[in-house]
Nanobody
Framework: VQLVESGGGLVQPGGSLRLSCEAS????????MSWYRQVPGKERELVAA??????TYPDSVKGRFTISVDNVKNMVYLQMDSLKSEDTAVYYC?????????WGKGTPVTVSS
């Protein structure tokens, strides 16, 4: 199982980015896929997830972030709109298979003018 994130970068406040997560070794689905983020010195935070076919978002990103999957391309996406400086972090793709957690290496996002 491998997860490889891409799409991070520098964006101005109010801007948008779409992060991509290329999966291999399993088929992505809407049963269990997640995006997390982490700022140095803080715990990793869940920002978007599929759980049993439903999406879930914390209040801090609700209405601004959208998780989606493409089963044909075996990709997971995170559309991020109306970005704020506090969204600056390294973003990670994550899944759980047979009780084991799998993580990508992350892609950095910086929101700054």
């Amino acid at each position: 199982v491998q997860l490889v994130e891409s799409g991070g970068g520098l964006v101005q406040p109010g801007g948008s980015l779409r992060l991509s997560c290329e999966a291999s070794g399993f088929t992505v689905n809407e049963d269990y896929m997640s995006w997390y983020r982490q700022v140095p010195g803080k715990e990793r935070e869940l920002v978007a997830a599929f759980r049993s076919g439903r999406t879930t978002y914390p209040d801090s990103v609700k209405g601004r972030f959208t998780i989606s999957v493409d089963n044909v391309k075996n990709m997971v996406y995170l559309q991020m709109d109306s970005l704020k400086s506090e969204d600056t972090a390294v973003y990670y793709c994550q899944t759980k298979l047979v009780g084991m957690n799998y993580w990508g290496k992350g892609t950095p996002v910086t929101v700054s003018s």
